[in-house]
């Protein structure tokens, strides 16, 4: 599914700690005439592949564009690491579609979250809302992608450990497939054709568009369309076109919209099918809808109401949505809460397992009391969560102990969650971003996976893992940021 796979073995320390070499050894890394003329050929083919981002300066202009940001050389990641976060993406995919089927669950692990974050609040009601009126769709498709660091172990072990799943607007599959062309050309540059000939090829945003290919083809009406639901500016729209452009390729029609275009424009038959602009929609497909700011006013909420009420498919509907927030992520890690979804399928939920750090309820009462001691003691081995997506919203030491000590004694903690902290090794790389000089940085990977499954009634009629997604950033922004803009794009070196 992702091509060959080199096979090199881990070096070991003397101690048995795994070292992840990084794929440019030090006296590469400061040759800097070498260095300047590889990042010279690596920003013209990412240009040339589509590795596209509009400009900082003019997010908004169809005239001028830049390279997404990159990491110049690929990263090293361990064979048995990769597989693994491959292995248990259909796990997931199955797990997030039955936690989407179980409303008492989701009922009951938000209750305490609803009562004190007006957004899930208001993602929350328009669930209600919609279980009361009754199912219009019986067909469900789930695009999400799983995220992941390497751990370190403090018997420096590397494991494969989850930092989120995110069910709604997961993006970068286009782009990320373009990347391993251009790291390709840079070790091929640099002499190395031997190892450019082990990077993979990554087929993600195809996987994708062939899940939507599938639903549309599910809905039955050759006439309807797929919708994209977008923001009015969004810098990284050519990842959205790569996706776009892959559906056009097979024929289907896409759309583009804000959610304010819905408010206005948008109506149901008597049949429930939703019309904008003359066409019906096959699918929603969310690349927005997941902030409170992407619902600034209350049409939004008429709007996002709107859709989930309608017989599109919905990708992701409401519930699958809801499954995605880090308070549900939070409610599995207790124990055997995986294993209840699972009970047919106890390897997929241990495989689930092995994925997980300790995440924790910060809820009124002693259990909450509890942990909220141990973080304020060791506030660098945890991360404090809100219930938000899109980056740069979690909290990390000296900010997570002033902040656990300010609303410790009242209702709004249950707004947030904590997460052990994640301690992945670090390696050196240069990122390259528009604008910025060259600079050596030490840096931490994130692998993401992607997930697609169709539910048609009861029954998982696709359930895929197309591709990946490795971001790397600078520890200078170890605390949080990947999706705030600091981290860029890479390519696995498998070792
Ligand atoms: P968001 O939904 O806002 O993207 P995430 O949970 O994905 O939030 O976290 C954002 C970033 O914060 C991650 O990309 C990662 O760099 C960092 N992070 C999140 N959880 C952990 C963790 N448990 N340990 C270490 N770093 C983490
Ligand atoms: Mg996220």
Not at 144 to 157: A, T
Not at 367 to 396: M, W
Not at 403 to 427: C, E, F, H, W
């Amino acid at each position: 599914m992702y091509g060959r796979l080199p096979s090199l073995s881990l070096p070991r320390r003397a101690d048995g700690e795994v070292i992840l070499p990084p794929v440019a050894p030090d006296d590469v890394l400061h040759n800097s005439g070498l260095i300047q003329q590889l990042a010279v050929a690596a920003k013209d083919a990412a240009l040339l592949r589509g590795v596209l981002m509009r400009t900082k300066e003019d997010p908004s202009s169809t005239e001028s564009t830049s390279y997404a940001p990159f990491s110049l050389f690929p990263s090293p990641v361990p064979k048995k690491l990769f597989t693994e976060a491959y292995e248990v993406q259909q796990d997931f995919n199955m797990l997030v579609d039955r936690i989407s089927q179980d409303s008492e669950f989701l009922t009951k692990a938000l209750a305490s979250t609803v009562q004190v974050d007006e957004f899930t609040a208001g993602l929350f009601s328009i669930y209600k809302q919609v279980l009361e009126e009754g199912i219009t769709q019986t067909i469900t498709l789930g695009i999400n992608r799983s995220d992941y660091m390497f751990d370190r172990g403090q018997d420096h072990s590397t494991s494969l450990k989850q930092i989120e799943i995110n069910t709604i607007a997961a993006s970068y599959a286009g782009l990320a497939e373009r990347v391993p062309d251009v790291h390709r050309h840079v070790l091929n540059f640099w002499g190395k054709s031997d190892e450019a000939a082990k990077i993979l090829t990554n087929n993600a945003v195809k996987g994708i568009a062939e899940g939507i290919a599938k639903a549309w083809q599910l809905y039955g009406s050759p006439e309807a369309v797929v919708l994209f639901l977008v923001e009015k500016v969004s810098r990284n729209i050519f990842d959205q076109r790569c996706l776009e452009m892959e559906l056009w390729y097979k024929n289907i029609r896409v759309i583009r919209r804000q959610t304010l275009d819905i408010y206005e424009r948008g109506s149901l038959d008597d049949e429930k099918r939703l019309f904008v602009d003359g066409y019906e929609i096959a699918i929603a497909y969310f690349r927005t809808g997941y902030s409170p700011e992407d619902y600034h006013n209350d049409d939004c909420w008429v709007a996002r109401l709107l859709i989930e009420r309608s017989k599109a498919i919905k990708c992701p509907d409401i519930a699958t949505h809801l499954a995605g927030t880090k308070k549900i992520q939070q409610e599995l890690a207790r124990s055997g809460m995986v294993e209840k979804f699972l009970t047919d399928c106890p390897k997929s939920a241990e495989r689930i397992r092995a994925t997980f750090v300790g995440l924790y309820s910060i809820d009124e009462g002693p259990e909450g009391d509890e942990i909220i001691k141990k973080a304020v003691e060791d506030p660098e081995g945890f991360v404090l969560k809100p219930q938000r997506e899109g980056g740069g919203n979690n909290i990390f030491g000296e900010e997570l102990k002033q902040l656990l000590g300010n609303i410790k004694d009242g209702p709004k903690r249950s707004a947030y969650i904590l997460m052990d902290r994640i301690k992945p090794q670090t390696v050196k790389n240069y990122l390259l971003h528009p604008g910025s000089a060259l600079k050596l940085s030490e840096c931490v990977v994130e692998l993401g996976v992607f997930g697609v499954y169709i539910r048609k009634c009861r029954k998982l009629v696709m359930n895929e893992s197309p591709g990946h997604l490795l971001r790397t950033k600078s520890t200078e922004f170890a605390d949080g940021g990947v999706s705030a803009g600091v981290a860029v794009l890479d390519t696995p070196y498998l070792i």
